[in-house]
């Protein structure tokens, strides 16, 4: 909660205490590790642990003190060192420390979950757990396929509220999990050149932008209910990419785990105005993905359907999702065990590569939207492509069917950028090198919501959003900002809206659609 004062322009949050003792669909989680456990992670030859500053952050980061840091922060839920397989003196001494720190967090109002490396037994840590009234375990690393549920029944039996939350790496293995909260590990965001990264480019080429929006709009067609917790490492010593981090992940509906490096856990326990001001930045973006959590409601929006298949290739999967975002085409996910006539309701584009060997009734039912005038983009299963040439595309009704010899993702998604027209794609963005979008809508179509991230440290100027229908009024919404009103354009069934300035994140909701 946030009394909002505006000084000069500019909102000031004041934070008031967090809500004592949230759900976990509520919990803003924050990875929080320390003590000599941690040290003993590090290893005795790490620079972390050679240097004395850092050596004196990771020891003492239990200090009551660094509690403080929370009080102005929309944070509900620390991720604790708890166990990592080391020694029993030093898994004791750990405990110790983190027992008493815990309680003082509980008697704040906070959540806090032990944070389990491999190498660690379940019958220690899961009894010592339940005695310092942790709220769950967080398994972070590679783990025996069976583990988290064998400690989820370990952990059930004595304390029934406390949730096990497993950090995975492959999202196509939990996304159709029945799990409180998905935890999955992502890039750390921002924008590279690509001759940086040794690729060849022309010097008007776009920047290589990672992302993990793709990541948690991936799971929005398996149940959108579930919290989707975003893990990933600063990458760099940018203060700005920590608050990117959490509009990176929060953009989709998702929760970035804060996370610090030591360095800037250094300069926040000496005080320095750097830090502070970087803290601040993630505490507002954090408050601004919470103030508008209505947003997470609304439904992915875009008239191009992706069918995906849970039993096929994730990986491949993946990297589909993952570049059509980076190529700004908006899209909804359908999951192949849905697929119907129902299911394909409202869409005018249907990406069909990874529906390998398809069935008869699936042919029909993609045959049949074609037919009503829709286009459908598939792999060589549908037909033969002539030599010396990349597709074919066939009339079929009031539609078509375009048919790709080697449908592989780069390439896809360039093609449906191509071939998507205003009405296919629902939504075009203008002059966004360094920007990616996240379009959705409120139910019952009142309202379409496109956010917008800029992955530089420069700011993105005069962007320039297309829409199919007429929105009669645009607001564009900023961390630490008030709304501000932009001017719409309507002609031939579309609307143009221009945003002129857009220094990280903004919101643009538009309302009072009449297609």
Same mark, same amino acid.
């Given at each position: 909660?946030?009394?909002?004062?505006?000084?000069?322009?500019?909102?000031?949050?004041?934070?008031?205490?967090?809500?004592?003792?949230?759900?976990?669909?509520?919990?803003?989680?924050?990875?929080?590790?320390?003590?000599?456990?941690?040290?003993?992670?590090?290893?005795?030859?790490?620079?972390?642990?050679?240097?004395?500053? &850092?050596?004196?952050?990771?020891?003492?980061?239990?200090?009551?003190?660094?509690?403080?840091?929370?009080?102005?922060?929309?944070?509900?839920?620390?991720?604790?060192?708890?166990?990592?397989?080391?020694?029993?003196? !030093?898994?004791?001494?750990?405990?110790?420390?983190?027992?008493?720190?815990?309680?003082?967090?509980?008697?704040?109002?906070?959540?806090?979950?032990?944070?389990?490396?491999?190498?660690?037994?379940?019958?220690?840590?899961?009894?010592?757990?339940?005695?310092?009234?942790?709220?769950?375990?967080?398994?972070?690393?590679?783990?025996?396929?069976?583990?988290?549920?064998?400690?989820?029944?370990? +952990?059930?039996?004595?304390?029934?509220?406390?949730?096990?939350?497993?950090?995975?790496?492959?999202?196509?293995?939990?996304?159709?999990?029945?799990?409180?909260? !998905?935890?999955?590990?992502?890039?750390?965001?921002?924008?590279?050149?690509?001759?940086?990264?040794?690729?060849?480019?022309?010097?008007?080429?776009?920047?290589?932008?990672?992302?993990?929006?793709?990541?948690?709009?991936?799971?929005?067609?398996?149940?959108?209910?579930?919290?989707?917790?975003?893990?990933?490492?600063?990458?760099?010593? &940018?203060?700005? $990419?920590?608050?990117?981090?959490?509009?990176?992940?929060?953009?989709?509906?998702? &929760?970035?785990?804060?996370?610090?490096?030591?360095?800037?856990?250094?300069?926040?326990?000496?005080? *320095?105005?750097?830090?502070?001001?970087?803290?601040?930045?993630?505490?507002?973006?954090?408050?601004?993905?919470? *103030?508008h959590a209505e947003w997470r409601r609304f439904a992915p929006y875009g008239n191009l359907g992706v069918i995906v298949d849970p039993a096929g290739s994730g990986e491949m999967t993946d990297e589909y999702l993952k570049l059509l975002?980076?190529?700004?085409?908006?899209? &909804?996910?359908?999951?192949?065990?849905?697929?119907?006539?129902?299911?394909?309701?409202?869409?005018?584009?249907? =990406?069909?590569?990874?529906?390998?060997?398809?069935?008869?009734?699936?042919?029909?039912?993609?045959?049949?939207?074609?037919?009503?005038?829709?286009?459908?983009?598939?792999?060589?299963?549908?037909?033969?492509?002539?030599?010396?040439?990349?597709?074919?595309?066939?009339?079929?009704?009031?539609?078509?069917?375009?048919?790709?010899?080697?449908?592989?993702?780069?390439? +896809?998604?360039?093609?449906?950028?191509? =071939?998507?027209?205003? $009405?296919?794609?629902?939504?075009?963005?203008?002059?966004?090198?360094?920007?990616?979008?996240?379009?959705?809508?409120?139910?019952?179509?009142?309202?379409?919501?496109?956010?917008?991230?800029?992955?530089?440290?420069?700011?993105?100027?005069?962007?320039?959003?297309?829409?199919?229908?007429?929105?009669?009024?645009?607001?564009?919404?900023?961390?630490?900002?008030?709304?501000?009103?932009?001017?719409?354009?309507?002609?031939?069934?579309?609307?143009?809206?221009?945003?002129?300035?857009?220094?990280?994140?903004?919101?643009?909701?538009?309302?009072?659609?009449?297609?």
């Amino acid at each position: 909660m946030a009394v909002r004062v505006r000084a000069a322009g500019r909102v000031v949050l004041l934070f008031t205490p967090v809500v004592l003792f949230a759900t976990p669909d509520a919990w803003i989680p924050a990875r929080w590790t320390g003590g000599p456990l941690e040290l003993e992670r590090h290893g005795s030859t790490a620079a972390a642990v050679r240097d004395p500053a &850092r050596r004196e952050a990771i020891a003492d980061w239990y200090d009551a003190a660094t509690l403080d840091l929370l009080r102005d922060s929309p944070i509900n839920c620390l991720l604790v060192t708890w166990s990592a397989g080391a020694a029993e003196a !030093i898994e004791l001494r750990q405990r110790e420390l983190v027992r008493p720190y815990a309680a003082k967090a509980r008697a704040r109002g906070l959540a806090v979950l032990g944070l389990i490396y491999p190498g660690a037994d379940p019958a220690r840590f899961v009894p010592a757990a339940a005695a310092a009234r942790l709220d769950g375990l967080v398994l972070d690393g590679e783990f025996p396929s069976d583990f988290a549920e064998a400690v989820q029944r370990a +952990m059930s039996a004595v304390s029934t509220s406390a949730v096990v939350i497993p950090i995975v790496k492959d999202a196509a293995l939990v996304r159709a999990a029945a799990s409180p909260i !998905i935890a999955v590990e992502g890039e750390w965001p921002g924008a590279h050149n690509l001759a940086d990264m040794g690729i060849r480019a022309g010097p008007s080429s776009e920047p290589w932008i990672q992302s993990n929006i793709w990541l948690v709009h991936s799971f929005c067609c398996f149940g959108t209910s579930r919290p989707v917790w975003i893990a990933s490492r600063p990458g760099d010593e &940018r203060k700005a $990419n920590y608050a990117r981090a959490v509009a990176d992940a929060a953009a989709a509906g998702g &929760r970035w785990i804060v996370t610090l490096d030591d360095d800037l856990r250094i300069e926040l326990r000496r005080g *320095e105005a750097g830090a502070i001001a970087a803290w601040r930045d993630i505490g507002e973006c954090l408050h601004f993905a919470e *103030e508008h959590a209505e947003w997470r409601r609304f439904a992915p929006y875009g008239n191009l359907g992706v069918i995906v298949d849970p039993a096929g290739s994730g990986e491949m999967t993946d990297e589909y999702l993952k570049l059509l975002v980076r190529r700004q085409v908006p899209y &909804r996910l359908i999951v192949r065990g849905l697929l119907g006539a129902a299911a394909l309701a409202g869409f005018r584009a249907l =990406l069909a590569t990874e529906l390998v060997n398809p069935t008869p009734a699936e042919r029909a039912i993609l045959t049949s939207f074609a037919e009503r005038g829709g286009l459908v983009v598939a792999g060589p299963a549908w037909g033969e492509v002539p030599a010396g040439q990349v597709s074919a595309d066939r009339p079929i009704g009031r539609g078509r069917l375009a048919v790709y010899r080697e449908p592989e993702p780069e390439l +896809m998604a360039r093609e449906m950028r191509d =071939l998507l027209s205003l $009405n296919e794609a629902g939504m075009i963005p203008f002059n966004v090198p360094s920007v990616i979008t996240y379009a959705s809508r409120e139910a019952g179509g009142a309202r379409l919501l496109i956010q917008l991230l800029n992955y530089s440290d420069s700011p993105a100027r005069d962007i320039t959003i297309r829409v199919s229908g007429r929105f009669r009024a645009a607001r564009l919404y900023t961390p630490g900002y008030g709304a501000t009103d932009l001017a719409t354009t309507p002609a031939d069934g579309r609307t143009d809206v221009t945003i002129p300035r857009l220094s990280l994140w903004g919101a643009v909701v538009l309302e009072g659609d009449t297609p």
